[in-house]
């Protein structure tokens, strides 16, 4: 039954997945901040990733998996926290990498883990139920988003790690 629920969950992450796979068997040419920045639904995350210093790592050569807070999900967070969060970049950065898991996961992939190590170095929760996956709390609203360095789950909360 365990076995039956992954395969119907990473169907559901599959059918809402936000970007076409025309041409999935082409490498993306960009690369994790630029296929964000694109998109268009990210721009207080790569504002973020900029401030923090962390930009340059999601452009570069690794693979990593972001889990990735929308604009409508930073706007769910209190103004004071945003604010003291700008204001304190080593907060900021615990943060933003709270939402970031080395190596490329797939959907497929992330609905077979029970937990997943943060590049923080905190371990982030995921659950599958009736076939909606949660990461950390946060539902995952599309996924596979495919950039040359790695991939994009698309997150409608933003993470704060403990």
Do not use: W
């Not at 068997?25 to 964000?36: C, Q, Y």
């Amino acid at each position: 039954m365990r076995r039956a629920q992954i395969v119907l969950a990473a169907c559901a992450l599959i059918a809402v997945t936000a970007v076409s796979t025309a041409g999935a068997a082409t490498t993306p040419r960009k690369n994790l901040v630029e296929t964000a920045g694109a998109a268009g639904q990210f721009k207080t995350l790569t504002s973020l990733l900029k401030t923090a210093g962390l930009a340059r790592t999601l452009e570069g050569k690794g693979r990593y998996t972001v889990f990735a807070p929308t604009d409508a999900a930073f706007a769910k967070v209190p103004k004071s926290t945003l604010a003291a969060l700008a204001k304190d970049k080593a907060k900021l950065r615990a943060v933003l990498l709270y939402h970031v898991v080395k190596g490329r996961l797939s959907a497929a992939k992330v609905v077979k883990l029970r937990s997943a190590k943060t590049l923080n170095g905190q371990k982030v929760r995921i659950t599958v139920r009736a076939g909606k996956v949660r990461v950390g709390g946060a539902r995952v609203t599309a996924t596979d988003i495919g950039a040359s360095n790695g991939v994009i789950h698309v997150l409608d909360r933003v993470l704060i790690p403990r």
